[in-house]
């Protein structure tokens, strides 16, 4: 029987199926290019809450979630203030950054190098307040900011010992610490946390019973923070 040539032949042809499958890029469905990027902000801002958790849970515990009727001595600071970019100088005359004494609770008391009654009162206060957190004094630095160029005097050398003792210009603790209103940056014992924040101010002219109650404070919120400092600094000797 003769073959119709005009019809199309139902018969494959094996040099196409030996050809492989042909696809341009108009076959695959376009990625967003917005896609990564917004993973990535995700996954940034979700590492930054797992870092800052710690420290928002004891500010929490220490401000929102306590009993009715506890009220903290010290004066909370708001907005706080982060330790300044400024270099102070050490007992060898060389810089010291401040940034550089994050990591760990700070109680700050500012004076001159004459370091008269208020100093000392303050001085004796610093040292009995970290002596008290027994094994846990070792959390808390005790910082002591001169603001000028006097000699500290040898007898005071005694009342310094544990103390850091650091050197930093008058103009610029008054750009970062403040005093109550009528009251001298002297007249304060000040706290810093371990993130660099000037969180507290305790009251002028502390006292025996203004230092139970500071002391207090300090034992909430080292027990509040408990996982994010660090173990104590060397004391540097007055400069």
């Not at 030996?18 to 376009?30: A, E, N, R, S």
């Not at 009715?68 to 100088?89: C, D, F, H, K």
């Not at 190098?113 to 009162?121: D, I």
Request: charged share 20%; with cysteine; aromatic share 6%.
């Amino acid at each position: 029987m003769p073959v119709d040539s005009s019809r199309p032949s139902t018969t494959p042809d094996s040099s196409r199926l030996d050809k492989p499958l042909g696809l341009t890029v108009h076959d695959i469905p376009p990625l967003s290019a917005a896609a990564p990027s917004a993973a990535g902000r995700w996954k940034m801002l979700a590492i930054l809450l797992v870092c800052a958790s710690p420290v928002i849970a004891s500010y929490l515990t220490y401000y929102v979630v306590r009993p009715e009727g506890r009220r903290n001595y010290g004066e909370l600071i708001t907005p706080q203030r982060m330790l300044p970019a400024v270099s102070a100088i050490s007992s060898d005359g060389s810089a010291y950054p401040l940034t550089s004494l994050k990591d760990q609770w700070l109680l700050i008391s500012v004076s001159g190098g004459a370091c008269e009654a208020v100093c000392q009162k303050n001085l004796y206060f610093q040292r009995q307040l970290r002596e008290s957190l027994g094994r846990e004094k070792d959390r808390l630095d005790w910082l002591v900011l001169l603001s000028d160029d006097t000699p500290v005097a040898p007898a005071l050398a005694p009342a310094l010992k544990d103390a850091n003792v650091l050197r930093v210009p008058a103009r610029e603790l008054a750009q970062w610490l403040a005093a109550e209103p009528g009251q001298s940056l002297t007249a304060h014992l000040y706290l810093v946390d371990p993130l660099g924040h000037w969180m507290m101010r305790f009251p002028a002219n502390m006292d025996a019973a203004g230092a139970a109650k500071a002391k207090q404070d300090l034992e909430r919120l080292l027990r509040a923070s408990n996982s994010w400092d660090k173990p104590g600094r060397l004391p540097a000797k007055a400069p």
